[in-house]
């Protein structure tokens, strides 16, 4: 790459494919809280058919620890989801940057903005980025980890409380 303009449009296409990484954890999450929400249903349902006495210890035993396993599933899938405010202090690439100037402001700082001042923005911006995909994936995983968990208790508990 032999000038910033070029660098710049390199970095355009890097902080997309960061965005891209954002959005697909969102939609891993989607998947596991979809799953542990039917998973903790049939749980629910299979546990209020009986009546506490015709229920064993054991069945009781199973599904309070694949209803935790799975509460703690959607406790990490929140956390991947939840929106990451924070970012470069002053951004004309990011959107809480460019909303605490009114329009007029904004407009002007980026016209009169230099190259170099705009790659630096958009790299920074990457970096943040980055680490929010990070993070993000860093919930995710942490939250199929306890689906996984939970599915042994889980089919032992319905197991359990099916029983005829």
């Known amino acids: 790459m032999n000038n910033d303009s070029e660098r710049l449009q390199f970095a355009k296409w ?3 494919r960061n965005l891209g990484w954002v959005v697909a954890a969102e939609v891993k999450t989607g998947v596991v809280v979809a799953i542990d929400t039917a998973m903790l249903g049939a749980l629910a349902a299979a546990f209020s058919a009986l009546q506490p006495t015709e229920r064993l210890a054991w069945a009781n035993l199973m599904t309070t620890l694949s ?60 970096h943040r980025n980055a680490e929010i995909a990070r993070d993000k994936f860093r919930w995710v995983r942490v939250s199929m980890i306890w689906s996984f968990v939970a599915i042994v208790p889980w089919v032992a508990a319905l197991a359990l409380l099916v029983r005829t």
């Open 67 to 126: 209803a935790g396993c799975l509460l703690a599933s959607v406790y990490c899938a929140a956390m991947a989801v939840l929106p990451r405010m924070n970012g470069p202090k002053f951004s004309l690439v990011f959107f809480g940057g460019i909303a605490k100037h009114d329009t007029s402001d904004f407009q002007q700082t980026f016209r009169s903005s230099e190259l170099g001042f705009l790659l630096d923005d958009c790299l920074a911006q990457i």
């Open 14 to 16: 890097v902080l997309e």
